[in-house]
């Protein structure tokens, strides 16, 4: 099992949304996140999806998602050049005490600060989900009160396009998947 | 051309070529039933429950090959559609669902009769939509019939709010064309893989070919045959499958999976390569994946990626319209015959004829399995359809009736829903108006539809329905009896008198409880000019053999002893577990060939041992 990057291409139509966590739900895939915003074409939404599965089981959400009527292109990021990128804003409490200590962390990851109290602050930061995690973590002794994150959000790098349509259906041949999770088996 | 919505309905279907829907009107729907006089052309059917209306859908699109419809109206209307909706999505069925919603402005208030439809409806359609501007019908109609009958086909509904049906707007045909940029209803495999895939073929010694209801709704019978008869290669057949080759073709060796035939699940286990046509690699049909054909490497063809290493993983898959990949991979694969392959299955063919109902000594009972049998030998010369439903009465058609054609057997086979037979069979008898057709239905999956009868009378239309009455819930039972120590929590029951129920309905009615009365209601039944409802009474607790328990090893099955186990008492343990190649009992062909005929009797002599005793939760 592990991490892979889907991006899918959706008509931007009531429902698509619904029709998509229907289809994860359904097919008992494991969402890790999932963040939907426009593209510079109208009417076209641009979903990341980031899901927990085995190459197998990836290729067979990928298939999945096609198979949506108003879902137009699905690309999978997992392993090719990519960015990944996801934004946290983190309310910490801070003393006058600790303050200091909290600045100097916020810099070390290249956070920003966007609100300041007499007894809290909450930062910005910016990166890998990975990052963000971290960040999370080393801020944890000094209290956090709040924290909400975006989910990751990913790009290809450079200028090559990425093949579209049809899915690539992988076969034994040349993947072998001996842990086949997510098949289930009713009785 | 000015039209209200619900006459844009009405003309959408015309010039989509239908001409009978099955539906129940209401008032969501009321605009569309109003509008309805004006297009005498297209005939409906007012079905007894909406259910009813699906599965009549679901019937007709399977018996022709269009695309049923079906009306209802708003919440529980179209709740009650959703079982055959599903029905359709596990078979794929092109089914088209119009639904009445409350009005536009009202939705999300809970108003009388609401309810999401489309919500309701989104994991068990192939796609949906929910319409409140007249000016959306048309393109709503166009893409769902369009959506329905392409790729793999499946059931689309359309929810259309009665503001909508009741407001004017231009009517524009050609401007209302599909507009689908996501949806692909075909693909096309690499040539390299096709060029593996005649690589495996050509260098298997031990192949099999396995037949879903992909080859039905392809048509591409002659085509899997030619296969077959050039790379020298047995055919099995899925249960939905069945039909797509000839039962009486050479290279057809039967039905595989939980209730198929043991050599054909043998077989399968020593294949060293499958060739899977349009079928789906079902648990029903695979048994325990672990230990699943592990001899074999596999090639895939579906019309549907997302199929492609969803429960077995494959070594080639060739995605797309089957016709056209079996036009590219023809060529490629060399003539073979595999006589050794073949000699083996022979053998072990003639060891499961010994066990098969049909070659047992003649007790007296009446048999769900001689019934059908019978019944296929009496109209074999006639072109029939049968439709089960799902249970034992679905597997013992399987097995003994034997089918000739495609979509000559219609069942539910992926959701198995009782009920379904005899409203699906009004649905075919509209489509196949010249061909009879069969309602082979249990007593239990009867009682849930029963109320169709009254759609076939008020039609005028000829279903012959035969009842399989074991007065159990045969299926439910018989895992009752291997699986929970014959404890029958809930199966034994009772069930009205059916010949006076089809005389209630104004239809003919008749009782069968001997084997040699069988040929003679069969005949009468044929001759009767309406419906008929024969009750079979048959051995109450009978068993589907051979049987793959659920998650099992494909060849370990339940196999019937090879004494009848009815004819004995007590000793119901007797059935073997797993099965060991067993010897073949034939020493001489000729035996062998009559057996293998399925009617010859084996010599063997009448066991001795008193009936057994009818459990005493059964009432009748």
Not at chain 2, 413 to 439: E, N, Q, R, S
Request: net charge neutral; charged share 25%; proline share 5%.
């Amino acid at each position: 099992m592990a991490k892979h990057t889907l991006i899918a291409y959706v008509e931007d139509v009531p429902g698509v949304l619904n029709r998509i966590a229907s289809l994860f739900r359904r097919r008992n895939f494991n969402i890790d996140s999932l963040t939907v915003g426009r593209t510079e074409q109208p009417g076209v939404s641009r979903l990341t999806v980031v899901v927990d599965a085995t190459e197998a089981g990836a290729r067979i959400v990928e298939a999945n998602l096609y198979k949506l009527v108003n879902v137009l292109r699905v690309d999978d990021l997992t392993h090719k050049p990519s960015l990944f990128r996801e934004l946290g804003l983190v309310k910490v409490k801070v003393t006058n005490q600790t303050r200091a200590e909290v600045l100097q962390l916020t810099d070390v990851f290249r956070a920003r600060v966007v609100d300041v109290d007499e007894a809290t602050l909450v930062i910005e930061v910016t990166g890998t989900p990975e990052k963000i995690g971290k960040f999370e973590m080393v801020l944890r002794p000094y209290g956090i009160v709040e924290i909400v994150r975006t989910g990751a959000v990913a790009m290809a790098r450079g200028h090559e396009l990425l093949s579209a349509a049809p899915p690539l259906v992988r076969t034994t041949a040349d993947d072998h998947h001996p842990d086949h999770a997510g098949v289930s088996m009713s009785v | 051309m000015k039209l209200t919505g619900a006459e844009i309905i009405w003309e959408c279907l015309q010039k989509e070529g239908v001409n009978v829907v099955f539906g129940y009107p209401g008032g969501a729907i009321l605009p569309t039933y109003d509008a309805m006089t004006k297009y005498p052309k297209i005939h409906h059917v007012l079905v007894r429950h909406e259910q009813g209306a699906t599965h009549m859908a679901d019937g007709y699109a399977r018996a022709s090959g269009k695309v049923g419809v079906a009306i209802a109206t708003s919440g529980p209307g179209a709740t009650n559609m959703v079982t055959g909706i599903a029905t359709a999505m596990m078979d794929s069925s092109p089914i088209v669902c119009i639904t009445g919603q409350v009005g536009s402005k009202a939705i999300g208030t809970d108003a009388f009769q609401e309810t999401d439809v489309t919500g309701v409806t989104l994991p068990i359609t192939k796609h949906n939509y929910l319409v409140t501007k007249p000016g959306d019908i048309a393109r709503a109609i166009r893409e769902a019939f369009y959506i329905a009958s392409s790729g793999r086909p499946g059931p689309v509904l359309i929810d259309i709010t009665k503001d909508a049906q009741q407001m004017t707007t231009e009517f524009d045909w050609a401007a209302a064309a599909p507009r689908l940029p996501g949806y692909r209803p075909s693909y096309h495999a690499p040539a390299s893989e096709f060029a593996r895939a005649a690589e495996l073929i050509n260098s298997a010694k031990r192949p099999l070919i396995f037949v879903g209801q992909g080859v039905v709704k392809s048509g591409t019978t002659a085509e899997v045959l030619k296969l077959a008869k050039t790379a020298g290669i047995p055919i099995t057949t899925t249960l939905l499958g069945i039909g797509a080759i000839p039962a009486s073709s050479e290279f057809n060796l039967g039905m595989m999976g939980m209730h198929g035939e043991s050599w054909v699940n043998e077989a399968i286990q020593q294949a060293d390569l499958l060739i899977a046509l349009g079928m789906r690699f079902d648990d029903r049909v695979t048994g325990n994946l672990k230990t699943y054909a592990l001899n074999a490497k596999k090639i895939h063809v579906d019309i549907d990626p997302t199929e492609i290493n969803k429960n077995v993983p494959v070594d080639v898959a060739l995605i797309g319209d089957l016709r056209e990949v079996l036009s590219l991979i023809q060529p490629q694969v060399k003539k073979a015959e595999h006589k050794e392959w073949w000699a083996d299955i022979n053998a072990r063919r003639g060891d499961s004829a010994v066990r098969d109902i049909q070659n047992l000594p003649d007790s007296g009972h009446l048999y769900a399995a001689h019934v059908i049998n019978d019944i296929w030998r009496l109209t074999q010369k006639r072109d029939t359809i049968v439709v089960t439903d799902v249970g034992q009465h679905q597997m013992w058609e399987a097995q003994y009736f034997r089918h000739e054609k495609p979509r000559s057997l219609i069942t539910s086979g992926g959701l198995g829903t009782m009920g379904f037979a005899l409203p699906a069979a009004i649905g075919a008898k509209f489509a196949c108006p010249d061909k009879d057709v069969w309602v082979v239905v249990g007593d239990g999956g009867f009682q849930m539809t029963s109320c169709e009868l009254a759609t076939a009378e008020q039609e005028g239309i000829k279903v012959n329905v035969a009842i399989i009455n074991n007065a159990f819930l045969g299926m439910v039972r018989q895992w009752q009896e291997f699986f929970y120590d014959k404890r029958y929590a809930a199966t034994p029951m009772t069930g009205p008198n059916f010949v006076k129920l089809a005389e209630a309905y104004r239809l003919t009615g008749f009782l069968c409880d001997k084997r040699s009365d069988v040929k003679a209601t069969v005949e009468k039944t044929l001759a009767a000019k309406g419906t008929v409802v024969i009750d079979f009474v048959v051995e109450k607790e009978d068993t589907v053999f051979p049987m793959v328990p659920a998650g099992a090893d494909l060849d370990k099955m339940i196999r019937r002893p090879k004494q009848d186990v009815m004819l004995e008492s007590g000793s119901d343990k007797d059935w073997e577990m797993p099965s060991p190649a067993l010897p073949n009992v034939f020493a001489e062909a000729k035996a062998e060939a009559k057996a293998l005929n399925g009617r010859g009797k084996v010599a063997q002599k009448p066991a001795k041992a008193p009936a057994r005793k009818v459990t005493k939760t059964s009432r009748r």
